[in-house]
């Protein structure tokens, strides 16, 4: 079955420098990779997300990169700002399994200090 | 719309006991999920379902059970409790269509003592 590891697990960065997070996934039949943050003692939450069809995806100050070759995918955030601080979890699926499973990466603890 | 609503918010069960977890979504949706959440862990897929009537195994399943009678809810059942299954537990639930976006509820935290 799909593996998704994810590093670091923690992150500590200065505010406004870049924030960059790494996973590598196992199947290479997935073909749909999201990312979620998660607030302390929130919900996660859906920010990005990105399909096999592309290298790359853009919003505002979080892009996430996608090279299919070498099975991995990353989130990076630009300019951060301390509400960026939260754990980020990425995801694995098979758009198209009849089941939509995600198969979560073990989360990253970001810190953006003032 | 209130999205994924999950009750209890917490719980605290002695060894041995059972107790449900209702998960409701008013999305019509018919994907819904439950996860568990354990530090340094991420979330991991229990059990699943892919419409009304239908349940299937995730990753880690062994000690619950699962119901979905009515579409926009989805019970996780612990018949006896372990302190093993203390944990924080989400629900998800998604269209199925082109990309699967879950929606998350907003956890139940459950210790089992």
């Known amino acids: 079955g799909e593996n998704v590891e994810q590093h670091p697990s923690t992150l500590s960065v200065q505010e406004g420098d870049s924030a960059v997070i790494k996973c590598t996934y196992s199947d290479s039949a997935s073909n749909y990779f999201p990312w979620y943050k998660q607030e302390l003692g929130k919900r996660p939450q859906l920010i990005i997300d990105?399909?096999?069809?592309?290298g790359e995806k853009k919003d505002q100050r979080i892009a996430v990169t996608l090279n299919k070759t070498a099975k991995h995918f990353s989130l990076h955030i630009t300019e951060t700002q301390p509400e960026d601080s939260a754990v980020y979890f990425c995801a694995a699926s098979i758009a198209g399994d009849s089941s939509y499973k995600l198969i979560f990466g073990s989360g990253t603890r970001l810190l953006v200090r003032p | 719309n209130a999205g994924v609503t999950q009750t209890p918010k917490f719980r605290v069960l002695k060894t041995g006991q059972s107790m449900t977890l209702l998960c409701a979504q008013d999305?019509?949706?018919?994907?819904m999920y439950w996860y568990r959440q354990d530090p340094g862990m991420g979330l991991r897929l229990i059990h699943y379902s892919v419409g009304e009537g239908t349940t299937a195994k995730g990753e880690v399943p062994d000690g619950y059970n699962v119901s979905r009678l009515k579409k926009q809810n989805f019970l996780l059942g612990l018949e006896s409790a372990a302190p093993s299954q203390t944990s924080v537990y989400f629900c998800?639930?998604?269209?199925?269509?082109?990309?699967?976006?879950?929606?998350f509820g907003a956890g139940t935290r459950l210790s089992v003592l």
């Open positions: 998800a639930s998604s269209n199925g269509l082109g990309e699967n976006i879950q929606y």
């Open positions: 999305m019509n949706h018919e994907y």
């Open positions: 990105i399909r096999s069809n592309v």
